[in-house]
Every structure is written in C-alpha cells, then in structure tokens.
C-alpha cells in the first residue's frame, strides 16, 4: 500500500465514521510561542484540549506536517543512523474534543487496523496503562485480543500530559511485530509502536494531583512513514516508495562508479537518506515562509540545508544538491500537497542560493581544517578557538566541524568553544548594556494590559476605512470604552468607534489628536501609536503624557478624535503602490513571485519577494507600469467576501499570511490588481505618481527587497536628487548636470593612472625589499622547506607583503616563503616546485603558533597577527 493509499484510506475511514477533515496545519505554529515547530499531530489543536467548547468540531481528522529539527523536539543528528529519525514526517490523526472517549476509539482503531490495513491479528500487540483496568477490558472483553497479546505498562510508557500542568490522562499504543532476525531476543527492538491512543481523562493542576476533566478528550497520532514501512514489507522508513524516489534521483545523480563518492558503503547509504529526509524537510519550510538565518527557524533550516549539502559532498556531487533534486520531490509528494508546485520557483531558487552560497564557505572551511589537521597536532584536537574562528568569522557551524573532525580521526574541544562564545557573547551584551530604557518595562505594561482588557472583552470597531485619505481631516465623535494610565506617565485608551489604523498587514500605525472639553475648556492628547489585541477585537491607542490629566477620562464619556492627514494620506499612497508594485513584478518577473514582506510607511515602502536579481531593465519597466497605472487614475474598490470566493476571483494572498475563511476584504484596482488586504488605500490610482525605485538588492536567500518612494514623497526625494546632483556638478566643476558623466570619467581615468603608478611603486619595492631577518625552517606534516622573512617595521603595507611573497615564491620556487612586516603575514608556494602544497593550510598552521586571522588561495595566503613580530626570536621557535 503506497503513502498516498494510506493518507486516502485513513482519512476516509475516519470521515465515514463521523470525523470532520481539515487540513494540515502550518509548520509553524501560528499562537504557540513555545515551540519552533509543529512536532506532533496534535499541536494546532492544543487549546480545544483545554477548553474543548471552543473547537469548532467535535471529531476531527487531519494529516499533520511535522517537523522535528530544533528546540525540545529534535532528531536532526540521527537523521540517517537509524530506521525511523525523520526532520520531515506526517502524523495521520484523529480528535475527539467531547464526543467519544476510551471505548469508541479502541474499537474504531482495531477495526481500521485490522479489516482497512488488512494487518494480521498475529503480528499485533497493545499496550495499556497498568493501572488502567477499563482500557484492558475493552481490548480483552469487547474487542477481542488475546490477553497474552496485551502488555500492561508504567506511567513512563502509558501515561501522556502536555507538561508539568493541564490535560493528560493514560494511552494504549499498537505495536508492529518486525520479526527482524536480529532482534528476535529483544522486545524494545523487535516491535514497533505505530499508533498512540492518548485518552484525555484529567486536569493535572499546579499542585501535581490529577482531576477528572469535566469533558474527556481523545488524541491519536500515527506515524505515516512507519505505517508505510510496515505494509510494504520494510525494515526502515527510507526504503518506502515516497522516500525511493528521491533515493533514485540521488543514486542517478552520483558519478558511475561512484555511488558512495569518498566513504563507504554504510556513510554513503546514510548520506543518501539524511539527502532525502532534509529535501523534503528544507522545502515544505520554504514552502511556509521560512528562510535561511542566522537565528530562530532560519537557522534550524540553514542547519538543514547545509547538512544535506555536506552529504552530498560525500558522495561526490560538488554542485548544489537539492535544488536539483526538486523534481523527484514533486513527484513523489505533490499530489499530496500542491503547494510545493504551486511554490515551485521560490523553494528553488531558495535552496540553490543557500547551496551556492554554502559550498563556498565549504570548500574554505575545508581548507582551513585541512591546514589544522595538517600542523601535527599530537592530540588531534581541534581547538575551541579554531572552531570558534571557523563558525565566528568563516560562518562555518561547530556541528559540522565536528562531523568533518570525526571523519578524520580528530575531535573539537567543544568545552572551550562554549566557553569562547559565551564570552563572545558577553562582549556584545556590554556593547548595549545600559541602552535598555524604561520603555522596555513601559512595552511589557502596554501587552499586559491588552491581554487584561482582551480577557474581559473589551473591543471597538475599526471605522478608519470610512475616511477619504485625500480629504481634509474631521474630528469624529468617539466613546470611551477603557483607559489607562502608564507608568511613565503616558495612557491607553480605546474608542468605539476608532479612525486610526493599528500597525499591521505592513503599515505604520496612524497618529493624530484626541480632544476632550470639560468645564475647565478643551484638551488635547497626541496619539502616538496605536496597536491590535491579539484577537484584534480592539485598537489600543497610546496617548503622550496624561499623567496630569488622566481624571479626564471616563468609561462612556465622548470624546473627538482627529487622524493626521498628511500620515493618513502617505500610508495610503504607499500602500495602494504596493499593491501596483506587485502586480508589475508578477507581469514583468512572472506569476511566481510571491510577496514576502513589506512595510508602508507615509514616507515610503519596502517591499520583499521571492525572484532573482532584476536587471536595471526590469526595474525600469516595473517602474514604468506603475507610473502608467497611476496616470490612468484607475478605481480602487474593496469589498468583503468568503476566502474561497476571493481565491476563485483571482485575489493574491500573502502565502505565509493566514485569513479568516469566512471573511476577507479584498483590494481592487479594477484591471490591475486583487489582492487580500485589510490596510488603508486611496480611492484612485492618481495620487500615487510619481513612482521612484531608489533601490534593490538581496536580502537573503532567494528573496529581494524593492525601497521606492511615490506621489508627494516620491516628489521631495526627486528634488533632493536633483539638488545632490547640482552640488556634485558643481564639485566636479561641470557647468550643466548633462556633461557631468564626462568629468566624472576624467577623474577615474586620472585615478586609473595613479593607481597604475603605485602598482608600478610597489612591485619595485617589493623586489628591493630587504628582510631584517631571515630564518629556515619546514612546515607542515611533510616538512616541507620554507624561509620567514621579516621586513622593517615601517612603512608598514599589506600589499607590499603580499608582493614580496608573490616576488620570493617567482625567484626562489623551491621555498615556501613567509612574509612579515609588523602585523601582516603572507604565505606563497610555488604549486609547480611544491605540488600537494596549499598556501592557505600552511598559514593556518602557522597561525595556529602565531595567533593571528588569515585565509587564501593555494599559490597565496595573507592573514593579520594578533602581535607585530619585529624580532627573528619570535618566529624562530617555528
């Protein structure tokens, strides 16, 4: 039975038997702070196990995505060691959140696994709680299977919570006869558990005691890649069909005669399923907005790509790796989820930029462990600042030194490492120590208090969308409904019905005035900022300095609010020229790209997508057609309707962005562009031009960001433009801005010349350059001949070393030379005298005794001490 047999054939069983289907979850969980990612079936549906009223159906099934590579779930390191560590996996489950409780599920699992999955009676066994008398009964009494076959257990296998407090309650797993030959004399090897049945019967409070939940809970979660394994006669997940297709296209990837590239059979094997398992791990990420960084669920992907591309090293494929291996992917699993075709380009163009960028610092991290494992190191230990220089300046991560080390008989002094990043650390906390304000405390203030009046069900009406951002502001007539005051003196207020936009969807925040008259006249409060409940039942408005009139504020009183117009108006210019950016890229780059970002501000925008780098061409024509679009002074619309019905329209959503299905506001520009939004926009095109790109560049891997500016702030930034340019016309002494080019061309030319002349200079000095000292030595584990030469103190020049060492390797190429000149070394080998030498692992070696910084290529090595030697003793130990 294939995988996508057994995804149908479960969720079918369970439909039929009551279970409303829903799909996978994200990844990444969008309300739970606590975990990196969704590592288990029943992670999106935690808050109804808790207050089960609130799910939105009794009986649910889903096939879940997980992923299991960071955080307090995480199986990235046995990923390919063992049969069944997955990054990558899918949890078929099903939910009960008040409808059926211990009975109806363990009939309801028995009869799918036994007449659905045609599994014999022979090869199955469950466990239970062994306390739990009720659940043993039911399998023994009621459904049938044989006493012998039912295995009572501790709370440590048969007991499930959440945590130290909230639902848990006992479970039964089925487990799988694996029959394996070689571990016929061990339980815990010989079956395989596949199904967990976690009955949610209790409340574990504060106090460690368990209370019966007045509504029992039942939460089941089956391993899809065990289950497959199972039914089609396979001892480890990796053989199975969905894996096998990917394992395919890497066997037909390799060299002939090189399936297993530089290791053995048994790494290579490994190195082929950790491939597998993290192409699709990397891509259903990407898929959901995630991006290789340096922190957070970035740096767990880039962990995972770089792994996968370590392995494909291995076995000999030096080029990017999963990239390449996106089709097969496709093919095995885009029947099952369309977004990865659907996501196709980004996903992509993600993984081969990361790769790309990966081999680099590969090939040169390799290069400098190469040089360490050179420099005769008796212990074969990698030291803590070595590993520290490689991941701190070369961007090279410890746990891949450490494989690398491993391969090669050596280890990492991972202790010391620590020790040198925490005060790496430590240096960088000084660095900002003492610029944390009291606004931090004052931020903490203002999301507590919108979680106290979100619980008590405070909220108000957004009616800013009722204001024509071109027209003359008007004080409107609002209600107080809460306030607050600060400890820093500052309030919160909310209003019904509330003008300003809270900050979201990538716009700014609205400012403005709130007016209150009492028998003492009128006052005024600035209102600078205004923020979202988390539900965004409600806008909170922060309110500059009441403290001295905070008694004016009253539950109920009316107060008058007035938006600033000009704020108002250029949030809805760059706005609405987001939405005409967008629909330029997607004509002029393709449907493919997708928005990844953005931020609309009343002086500009920033505006993040998945593509390539666009040519000075391209940007031109973007900016052409959104300038057309705005001289065309075309209608702007927006109406409200149900996702589906948006999505059948055209609309374009922000992927990583989730809506409501019920009801989206949707953003016409008639012709033009649909897109979901719930930001402020113009009434018409006009007021957008002129629209300027003042910039574009990468941002990561496979994303870009456009900086443009438009309508009366792309006017100010034109003029400043043209001012910068009569100042510089005037500084290169041109009369007019258009023969600017020419004089700017004459100075290069001038400069050229010089710098042709300085060459000439220090070429010459370095061949009359005379060493103060000279000192023979070998270097290296072959002992290879080499002479230090250190040059006078002054003047001091790096490339004046560098030419030295280029001069020395030409006229004597039987030496490794070493120059230095105070804190400048630089090492050359002559590749044809001293073939097998590289430049830059013997200046590692050398630095390894001289501490210093430094990298190259294999003819040249340059590098900085951390000391200027000036004396031959200095060296002489070497």
Partial sequence: MSASDIRQRYTDYFVKNGHTLMPSADIVPRNDATLLFSSAGMVPFKQFFLNPATAPHKMVTTVQKCVRAGGKHNDLDQVGFTPRHHTFFEMLGNFSFGAYSKREIIHMAWKFVRQELKMPEDRLRVTVLETDDEAYDIWKNEVGVDPRR????????????MGSEGPCGPSSEIFWDTRDPRYMESDDERWLEFWNLVFMQFHRGADGKLRPLDTPCVDTGMGLERVASILQGKVNNF?????????RD?????????????????????????????????????????????????????RIIRRAVRAGRLLGINDSVLSALYPSLELAMGAAYPELMERRQLIVSVLESEEKMFL?????????????????????????????????????????????????????????????QRQSRERNKASWKGKLTKQDSVAREIE???????????????????????????????RVIAFKSLSN???????????????????????????????????????????????????????????????????????YATVDEARRLGSAVHHTAT?????ALRKTVGVSVMQAGSLVQAEGLRFDFTSGALSSEQLREIEGLVNKAALDNIDITTARMPLDQAKAQGAVALFSEKYDAASVRVVNVAGLSMEL????????TRAVFPFHITSEGSIGAGTRRIEAKAGAAASVWLQQQLEYGRATAQTLGAAQLGVMDKKAQQLVDRNRALREEADRWLRAAAVNAEAVATHSTALGERGVPAAFHILAPLPFNARLVAERACHLRDTEPSLVHVVIQGRAIALSVNAEQLPGEHAAALLSSVLGKLPGKGGGQASLAQGQLETAVAELAQVAHL
């Fill in 150 to 161: 039912i295995v009572r257990c501790g709370a440590e296998d048969n007991f499930w919570s």
């Fill in 239 to 247: 053989d199975t069909d969905e894996f096998q297709v990917i394992i």
């Fill in 250 to 302: 890497i066997d037909a990837r390799c060299s002939p005669g090189q399936s297993s590239g530089n290791v053995d059979l048994a790494k290579a094997l490994a190195c082929k399923r950790i491939i597998a398992d993290h192409l699709r791990a990397s891509a259903f990420l990407i898929s959901e907005g995630v991006f290789p960084s340096n922190i957070g669920r970035g740096y767990v992907l880039r």
């Fill in 360 to 420: 680099r610092t590969l090939d040169k991290g390799l290069v400098l462990l190469e040089g360490i494992f050179a420099s005769g190191n008796s212990q074969r230990l990698v030291s803590g600042a070595d590993a520290f220089s490689l991941y701190d300046t070369h961007g090279f991560p410890l746990d891949l030194t450490e494989i690398i080390a491993r391969d090669s008989g050596w280890t990492v002094d991972v202790e010391a490492f620590a020790k040198i």
């Fill in 448 to 478: 507590a208090t919108c979680l106290e009046w979100e619980e008590a069900g405070v909220s108000s009406q957004f009616s800013g969308y009722d204001v024509d951002p071109e027209a003359k502001p008007t004080a409107a007539a609002c």
């Fill in 489 to 559: 003196g500052d309030g919160l207020l909310v209003i019904d019905p509330c003008p300003f936009y809270a900050t979201g969807g990538g716009q700014e925040a609205d400012t403005g005035v709130i007016t209150i008259g009492d028998s003492e006249g009128s006052h005024e409060f600035a209102v600078s900022d205004a923020v979202a409940m988390p539900s965004g039942q409600a806008t909170v408005l922060r309110l500059t300095a009441t403290s001295d009139k905070q008694h004016l504020f009253r539950g109920g009183q009316m107060i």
């Fill in 579 to 583: 939405h005409l950016l967008n629909a």
């Fill in 677 to 684: 939004c719930g930001g402020t926009h113009l009434r018409s």
